[in-house]
C-alpha cells in the first residue's frame, strides 16, 4: 500500500476506532510461567492487518477445519462493539494483536514528526493496550505499523510485548526460502523478539511457488516462517487482499508438509 494512502487509512483508523484480545483459555500448553512451552513442531504464523473484520470472520470455518490458529493486528480505537467482534473471533483460537492507535510509519512520526520514541509508542501500541484492557482483551503481540521499528522502540516495547511483527523484503530475484532472516529456528523461537514477515498480499511477486517454498524450508530445517496479509477478499477486491482460495491451499499445504498454524499467543 503507498505511504500516503496508508497515512489517509491511519487517521480514517483513529478516528473510528477499533478492538483487540488473547484468550488465555485457547493457547497451547502453558508453562509455568503462563507462557506457552516452547514449540517443537516447525510452523507457520499467518497474520492479517487492519480492521478487516467482515472478511475475517467470514473465513473462521476455513481455519476451523484445518486447525489453524492466526492472528490478527488490528489498528486503531478500541470500542464495545469492536471488542465483542474479536472476542468471537478468539473464541476460534485465534490471537488478537495490537497494530497500533496511530497505525502511522515510526520512523516518519520520530524524523518528521518530531515525536519521540516514547511518544510514539504511549500514542501507537501503549495507547491501544489501555483500550484492549478496558475490555478485558489479553494481547501479547505487536504488529509494527508499515514494519517500522528500530532497536530503541523494541527496548520501549519489551516489558508490554512478549513479541512483535515487523517485514522482509526479498531482495530482486531471490527466493523467499534464501531469506535466512525471516525464518527462526523452532526450538529458538522464545530467543526472539521480532519477527521478520513475509507479505503474501495478492501481487506479481507473490507467487504460490515462493510461499511453498519458504513453507517447504520451514519443514525441513524445523522453522517458524510468519506471513502476513490484509484483507481476505476474492477478486476483484478494493485494497490488499489474499484471495480464500488461497488462504486455503496455504492450510492445506501447511498440512501436507507437517507444519502447524501458530497464533502469536502460542509462541514462547
Ligand atoms: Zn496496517
Known amino acids: 500500500m503507498n505511504k500516503p494512502l496508508l497515512s489517509i487509512l491511519g487517521i480514517a483508523l483513529a478516528i473510528t476506532g477499533c478492538s483487540v484480545k488473547n484468550d488465555p483459555a485457547v493457547t497451547t500448553e502453558l508453562a509455568n510461567n503462563g507462557q506457552p512451552a516452547p514449540l517443537t513442531q516447525p510452523g507457520v504464523c499467518l497474520t492479517f492487518d487492519d ?51 496511530l497505525h502511522d510509519n515510526y520512523h516518519k512520526c520520530v524524523t518528521e514528526k518530531g515525536m519521540t520514541p516514547e511518544e510514539y509508542a504511549n500514542a501507537d501500541s501503549l495507547g491501544q493496550m489501555e483500550d484492549f484492557r478496558k475490555y478485558g482483551i489479553n494481547v501479547t503481540s505487536y504488529g509494527c505499523p508499515m ?24 531482495k530482486d530475484g531471490q527466493s523467499w526460502a534464501e531469506v535466512d532472516n525471516a525464518f527462526v529456528p523452532i526450538a529458538d523461537v522464545a530467543n526472539h523478539f521480532y519477527f521478520n514477515g513475509k507479505g503474501i498480499d495478492k501481487y506479481p511477486p507473490n507467487t504460490q511457488e515462493q510461499i511453498d517454498g519458504a513453507m517447504a524450508r520451514a519443514a525441513a530445517r524445523k522453522e517458524l516462517v510468519v506471513f502476513y496479509a490484509h484483507r481476505i477478499a476474492p477478486d476483484p477486491a478494493k485494497g490488499h487482499h489474499i484471495e ?6 496455504i492450510l492445506q499445504k501447511g498440512q501436507e508438509l507437517g507444519l502447524r498454524f501458530y497464533s502469536f499467543n502460542e509462541l514462547p
Do not use: Q
Request: with cysteine; proline share 5%; aromatic share 8%.
Open 147 to 170: 514494519s517500522s521499528r528500530d532497536d530503541k522502540l523494541d527496548a520501549i516495547l519489551k516489558p508490554h510485548f512478549r513479541h512483535i511483527r515487523t517485514g522482509i523484503f526479498p
Open 51 to 101: 480492521r478487516n473484520l467482515d472478511d475475517w470472520e467470514a473465513m473462521l470455518p476455513i481455519f476451523d477445519k484445518y486447525n489453524a490458529h492466526v492472528t490478527f493486528f488490528v489498528c486503531g480505537n478500541i470500542d464495545e462493539a469492536m471488542a465483542a467482534r474479536l472476542k468471537a473471533i478468539e473464541a476460534h483460537g485465534h490471537a488478537i494483536g495490537a497494530h497500533g492507535k
Open 244 to 249: 480464500p482460495v488461497e488462504v486455503e491451499r
